[in-house]
């Protein structure tokens, strides 16, 4: 479904030239619940602005669905990242004024779906996540944790076969947070592919793999373990 074969992704200026990825390859696919670790800095929000279609990549493959992304025209890539992709952010990102079932609706409105579907779809989510009898509530009368079920809503209304979500509990509390995994393990288990980026590593252990950043690459610590401590072994002196 996702594929990145040897992306690099380099930010340069007339001095400096900075690798926010390098190397990096890595395949998800179709119903994978992956999750994202690493350090501040170490390339996650790069990685999933890329997947997202929200930057291009320097060098290498990316391919979703067998589509190589690369060289596509605005246009094609907003509208293969509408078809195909959702997110969820940290700061939920809802409009204040607009009541729940308007708030799923605005991205419907920009891809031109009648009144009918766009009705259809909104109920559907909303009800997905619990809120289906909340529908002309606001945000401020919702918790932190509901909001966060709106913005998965407003993500899943777009029917996405992949759901990418940036920090989806980072504003919440520990027994808020946990609900809203539990939402995107119900999600996930109905079909969406779902890569989350996370600093809780308990919750990232709940997800079906980790795939950890550091410097812009991947690396996999279960992995690489044994061979450090073989490398070690063979350093060292002969008792």
């Known amino acids: 479904m996702l594929r990145m074969q040897n992306l690099k992704k380099i930010y340069r200026t007339h001095l400096v030239e900075t690798h926010a990825l390098r190397d990096f390859s890595l395949e ?5 619940f992956v999750a994202v670790t690493g350090p501040s800095g170490s390339g996650k929000t790069t990685f999933l602005n890329i997947a997202g279609l929200l930057e291009e990549h320097s060098e290498g493959l990316y391919a979703i669905d067998g589509v190589d992304v690369r060289g596509l025209s605005d246009d094609a890539r907003s509208r293969l990242r509408n ?3 959702g997110f969820v952010f940290q ?16 991205p419907l409105r920009y891809r031109g779906f009648d009144r009918a579907e766009r009705r259809r779809r909104i109920e559907q989510a909303l009800g997905r996540v619990g809120l289906g009898s909340r529908m002309k509530h606001y945000p401020s009368e919702l918790s ?33 947070a946990r609900c809203v995994l539990e939402l995107l393990e119900e999600i996930n288990r109905q079909g969406t592919t779902i890569i989350m980026v996370t600093h809780d590593l308990e919750l990232a252990r709940r997800a079906r793999r980790n795939v950890h950043i550091v410097d812009g690459q991947i690396v996999d610590l279960d ?17």
């Open 28 to 32: 998800v696919g179709a119903g994978e």
């Open 144 to 176: 932190g944790g509901q909001q966060q079920r709106v913005a998965i809503a407003r993500a899943l209304a777009g029917e996405p076969k992949i759901l990418l979500a940036d920090e989806p509990t980072g504003n919440l509390d520990s027994v808020m």
């Open 223 to 239: 992995a690489s373990a044994p061979r450090v401590a073989a490398r070690r072994e063979a350093a060292a002196p002969a008792a």
């Open 91 to 106: 700061s939920f990102n809802l409009i204040p004024d607009l009541d729940l079932f308007d708030n799923v609706d605005v």
């Open 83 to 85: 078809e195909k992709i």
